[in-house]
């Protein structure tokens, strides 16, 4: 994953009939690739560790790895691979996500419950759809095909996007364990860049923002419009677990006047003392990672935090957090340490649809568009975001109390 301000690669079946070599050939090659991520990420769970849903945000990863699976039934072979026979009759039912157009669904923050299908089941599930998909590419026209081009590429870059849930989830689920478990020992937490002066600073001018080819992007990221942005500084690096740690030791998640009224109020209720899956071991702060429980790392940027904690910090700082589109021209001017890699950067914009946007027809317009209230963007990638999948103009949202997601912070000044 590149930690620095530019985009990955796409897939290779992005502009499919400009692109050298066999379409189906490509496409297949991009799907197995993808599905194959999804399978290597579920290696070191257990059937048990595959089963638990620690939190109704939270889903199992056996439950990640069918609903990615049904997406392929239900968008791609059930609507244009004919005479294709779904794996099982059930199966819509359980791993619908919440697209209303596609029926009914099992409740979200009772997925856990689920034990059948077993994790065994589930990877016949994927095996039997896996094996209808490349058929699929092989024997339609090359015209379909690249009709149907976008929407496969939509298909991996939904199953990436669970891919990362995969790591959050099982995070969320091993943090409640207090013998705490690794997912994978050897795991180590991305080093911080430290280059350049501390701040960019953008003087007031008109830019476009959003996405202006055609590339793979996801509808929320168009269309690109002009955006009057700065004067503005922002932090070309993230902050720290060591600058944290002082916005704790100062009694910031107890003084009132450094939040939001709905912060301290979430703060206060869950008892906030800490970022995500911290926790204090003989008078240090420890954090529970992917490899286990590990003593916090000064220089390393802060991860696990809310909205209402990145603002709080921010006024604690005497700073601010960066609008998305103050953050997207300093990605786009290369300027930032660690837009990508590490942690998700919070913004302090909402998720709104950017001017003209409207959704596709149909279910998969239920993907963004519907989402684009009470929440918040988030800008870059994550340590868990698979290679491929990160871009200068990619819209991640959350809600403000949600934090446990790879989630950070950068600041901005406007003095
Ligand atoms: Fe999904």
């Not at 990420?41 to 439950?63: G, N, T, Y």
């Not at 994927?126 to 149907?148: H, I, N, P, Q, S």
């Not at 916090?296 to 604690?316: G, K, L, Q, T």
Request: proline share 7%; net charge negative; glycine share 8%.
């Amino acid at each position: 994953m590149t930690k620095q301000a530019s985009a990955t690669a796409a897939f290779p079946i992005s502009s499919p009939s400009s692109a050298p070599g066999n379409l189906a050939q490509r496409l297949e090659d991009a799907f197995l690739t993808v599905r194959n991520e999804t399978e290597r990420r579920a290696v070191p769970l257990s059937p048990e560790d595959q089963q638990i849903q620690s939190m109704p945000d939270a889903s199992p990863a056996k439950w990640h790895r069918a609903h990615t699976t049904w997406f392929w039934e239900q968008f791609l072979l059930g609507e244009h691979a004919p005479g294709y026979r779904p794996f099982h009759p059930d199966f819509a039912f359980l791993f619908n996500s919440y697209y209303v157009s596609a029926g009914p669904r099992h409740a979200r923050g009772h997925r856990g419950d689920i034990t059948r299908p077993s994790a065994g089941e589930v990877g016949a599930y994927r095996k039997y759809v896996d094996a209808a998909v490349v058929k699929f590419f092989r024997e339609t026209g090359e015209d379909k095909l690249r009709a149907l081009a976008p929407l496969v590429e939509v298909g991996l870059n939904h199953e990436q996007q669970h891919q990362e849930l995969m790591f959050t989830d099982i995070l969320h689920a091993f943090a409640q364990n207090p013998v705490s478990p690794a997912y994978d020992p050897d795991w180590r937490f991305p080093a911080a860049t430290r280059t350049g002066e501390d701040w960019l600073s953008l003087n007031e001018g008109i830019h476009t923002v959003g996405h202006v080819d055609d590339s793979f992007h996801f509808d929320n990221e168009k269309p690109a419009h002009r955006a009057l942005v700065g004067p503005v500084k922002i932090a070309r690096n993230l902050v720290t677990n060591a600058e944290w740690l002082a916005f704790m030791r100062d009694g910031g998640y107890a003084k009132a006047t450094l939040w939001l009224m709905d912060g301290f109020a979430a703060a206060s209720k869950e008892d906030w003392q800490a970022p995500g899956h911290w926790r204090e071991v003989d008078g240090q702060w420890q954090v529970m990672t992917l490899a286990g429980l590990k003593p916090i790392d000064p220089d390393a940027p802060v991860c696990h935090i809310s909205y209402y904690e990145a603002d709080a910090f921010a006024r604690w700082a005497g700073k601010h957090l960066p609008t998305e589109m103050e953050w997207e021209v300093a990605a786009r001017a290369g300027a930032l340490n660690d837009a990508f890699g590490i942690v998700w950067q919070w913004t302090r914009s909402s998720y709104s649809p950017y001017p003209g946007y409207r959704a596709v027809e149909g279910a998969l317009g239920e993907y963004n568009g519907k989402f684009m209230v009470n929440q918040l963007v988030l800008r870059g990638s994550s340590l868990a975001t698979p290679e491929g999948h990160s871009r200068i103009t990619y819209r991640n949202f959350f809600y403000p109390h949600h934090r446990w997601q790879f989630t950070g912070l950068r600041l901005a000044d406007y003095e």
